[in-house]
Antibody, heavy 120, light 112 residues
Framework: EVQLVQSGAEVKKAGESLKISCKGS????????IGWVRQMPGKGLEWMGI????????RYSPSFQGQVTISADTSISTAYLQWSSLKASDTAMYYC?????????????WGQGTLVTVSS | QSALTQPASVSGSPGQSITISCTGT?????????VSWYQQHPGKAPKLIIY???KRPSGVSNRFSGSKSGNTASLTISGLQAEDEADYYC????????????FGGGTKLTVL
């Protein structure tokens, strides 16, 4: 069974750094893309970017390029989303999800979400 | 890139059918840009209910169906049940450079 387990909720101050994680199990982690999706409070889903853990090929949505960094560590089957300097507007739920393939909009598997709260 | 356009809300009574539309531009819904639909209950992660415009994953009720014509994809839910009350999002792959996906703005379904 494929599982994506995300790290726990975070409460941070503006200007602080943060790295959240998404651990995959039940499949060959290196061989499947992992994407990240933001959901701000009371709002819809927004695509952030995607990484192929096998070679660290990473693609960002233009909206998030330069704002976050996506990475992965195949040795521990974990993908990451990190910020170097958080803003209050980064307050949101963040989901990792595994697409069927690089160009698919089909995401069968999702993490449970990580709530990030940033105070100004 | 703006979100795909969905109605903000739809409603229906138990047993009725409803349809949620998802409208994009030609580049959003090109021949190879297949649409998926997701259901999201409050406080939960999204759940895939339709992929490749009209296919249902194993375990998803056949009350859910999808279609696409031109620049509009549609999700139909027949025989509405109270448990169908949720937010629904369409999604399309739109860029071979950034591998970007585009979500619809979401539709809140209320079962009266």
């Amino acid at each position: 069974e494929v599982q994506l387990v995300q790290s726990g909720a975070e409460v941070k101050k503006a200007g602080e750094s943060l790295k959240i994680s998404c651990k995959g199990s039940g499949y060959n982690f290196a061989n499947y893309w992992i994407g990240w999706v933001r959901q701000m409070p009371g709002k819809g889903l927004e695509w952030m970017g995607i990484i192929y853990p096998g070679d660290s090929d990473t693609r960002y949505s233009p909206s998030f390029q330069g704002q976050v960094t996506i990475s992965a560590d195949t040795s521990i089957s974990t993908a990451y989303l990190q910020w170097s300097s958080l803003k209050a507007s980064d307050t949101a739920m963040y989901y990792c999800a595994r697409p069927e393939y690089s160009s698919s909009s089909r995401f069968d598997d999702w993490g449970q979400g990580t709530l990030v709260t940033v105070s100004s | 890139q703006s979100a795909l356009t969905q109605p903000a809300s739809v409603s229906g009574s138990p047993g009725q059918s409803i349809t949620i539309s998802c409208t994009g531009t030609g580049s959003d819904f090109g021949n190879y840009n297949l649409v998926s639909w997701y259901q999201q209950h409050p406080g939960k992660a999204p759940k895939l209910i339709i992929y490749e415009d009209s296919k249902r994953p194993s375990g998803v009720s056949n009350r859910f169906s999808g279609s696409k014509s031109g620049n509009t994809a549609s999700l139909t839910i027949s025989g509405l049940q109270a448990e169908d009350e949720a937010d629904y999002y369409c999604c399309s792959y739109i860029s071979s450079n950034t591998f970007e996906r585009l979500f619809g703005g979401g539709t809140k379904l209320t079962v009266l």
